[in-house]
T-cell receptor, first 114, second 112 residues
């Protein structure tokens, strides 16, 4: 079974520029998560989707971050405009059927904002 | 306020010894607790899950305990190996819709 795919793996941008990240979860996984992981910290949930609906986006800075999962499969996370403090690794994870409670993570996208 | 605390200091142990990592939490009532391993440049990998009504879980050289009275979980790696060197994250299953909240992680270094 293929794992969670993310692209790009690395991105360097100037502050105030825009950037988008893509995630393809494990086939059949209804729940998809985007996390932000700042160096030395644990992953912080940004947004959680159940199929194509948003379950939790309470920690998503909505003035600059947006995410969508239009067909309930792959997802994109966008930052517009980026700030220096957005430098982090952005992790995508997916989870299968209810009761498994196991998240499968992608390799992450390392974002550097200069 | 809600907190999930793991040792911020790196843990260095000798190969063959048992490594014990701690996860303490406040102002949560988790339905379950998970431990993940994270290697540099990679996403976390799930290791073990223990539910609120369980005291202990084992998997090969790994053992997890969960004390909801003390609000603490201990994660043990017996007969540790250099390949066990990584950052270990605890995560609390905090409610419906399969939401987890992660701790800050503890870096383990197993010295040959």
């Amino acid at each position: 079974e293929a794992g969670v795919a993310q692209s790009p793996r690395y991105k360097i941008i100037e502050k105030r520029q825009s950037v988008a990240f893509w995630c393809n979860p494990i086939s059949g996984h209804a729940t998809l998560y985007w996390y932000q992981q700042i160096l030395g910290q644990g992953p912080k949930l940004l947004i959680q989707f159940q199929n194509n609906g948003v379950v939790d986006d309470s920690q998503l800075p909505k003035d600059r971050f947006s995410a969508e999962r239009l067909k309930g499969v792959d997802s994109t996370l966008k930052i517009q405009p980026a700030k220096l403090e957005d430098s982090a690794v952005y992790l995508c994870a997916s989870m299968g059927t209810s009761g498994s409670d196991t998240q499968y993570f992608g390799p992450g996208t390392r974002l550097t904002v200069l | 306020s809600q907190k999930i605390e793991q040792n911020s200091e790196a843990l260095n142990i000798q190969e063959g010894k048992t490594a014990t990592l701690t996860c303490n939490y406040t102002n949560y009532s988790p339905a379950y607790l998970q431990w993940y391993r994270q290697d540099p440049g990679r996403g976390p990998v799930f290791l073990l899950l223990i539910r609120e009504n369980e005291k202990e879980k084992r998997k090969e050289r790994l053992k997890v305990t969960f004390d909801t009275t003390l609000k603490q979980s201990l994660f043990h790696i017996t007969a540790s190996q250099p390949a066990d060197s990584a950052t270990y994250l605890c995560a609390l299953g905090t409610g419906g819709y399969q939401k987890v909240t992660f701790g800050t992680g503890t870096k383990l270094q197993v010295i040959p």
